[in-house]
């Protein structure tokens, strides 16, 4: 199974501005979702790390 943040990498292909500008504004708003929840799995991870390697202390 696929870790869900590479998942989430194969609908956001940032290397290709020209396919996002002909998406249409709802596209857009799901584009930034799925940005805005790499970010908050990205933050978790973090918190999630520095606890576990408290936690070994």
């Not at 396919?19 to 596209?27: D, F, G, R, T, V």
């Amino acid at each position: 199974m696929k870790d869900i943040l590479e998942v989430l990498e194969d609908y956001i292909p940032e290397a290709n501005p020209r396919k996002w500008a002909k998406l249409s504004s709802e596209i857009e708003y799901r584009r930034l979702t799925l940005l805005l929840l790499r970010e908050i799995l990205c933050e978790l991870r973090k918190l999630n790390k520095s606890k576990d390697s408290e936690g070994k202390i």
